[in-house]
Nanobody, 126 residues
Framework: QVQLVESGGGLVQAGGSLRLSCAASGRTFGSLAMGWFRQAPGKEREFVAALMWSRGSTLYADSVKGRFTISRDNAKNTVYLQMNSLIPEDTAVYYC???????????????????WGKGTLVTVPS
């Protein structure tokens, strides 16, 4: 079992920055992959970024590449999503996710991912 708790959402003006955190507890070792997804009102949940806990390899959606950075702090069992140059289209509920996968690419698809946080809202007004 893996438990995930997100924090750090809020309202930020376009062009600003925000850092989301996801504290993980439970079985946080082995081939654990962690990621961030987001869901805007009326839209499907979409992949944002992911990393492999042990190897640190990362993957980003094209829409956030160059603006967002996913990282981890092993000592704190926490994954971060640093979001820079935010735009209104980034407005969504952001979810932390985790599962045991062999590759970071396997985290792209939300269906079948076993562990989810409750989400944190990010709002970027237009």
């Amino acid at each position: 079992q893996v438990q995930l708790v997100e924090s750090g959402g809020g309202l930020v003006q376009a062009g600003g920055s925000l850092r989301l955190s996801c504290a993980a507890s439970g079985r946080t070792f082995g081939s654990l992959a962690m990621g961030w997804f987001r869901q805007a009102p009326g839209k499907e949940r979409e992949f944002v970024a992911a990393l492999m806990w042990s190897r640190g390899s990362t993957l980003y959606a094209d829409s956030v590449k160059g603006r967002f950075t996913i990282s981890r702090d092993n000592a704190k069992n926490t994954v971060y999503l640093q979001m820079n140059s935010l735009i209104p289209e980034d407005t969504a509920v952001y979810y932390c996710a985790a599962d045991f996968r062999s590759t970071v690419q396997a985290m792209r698809v939300p269906a079948g991912i076993k562990y989810w946080g409750k989400g944190t809202l990010v709002t970027v007004p237009s």
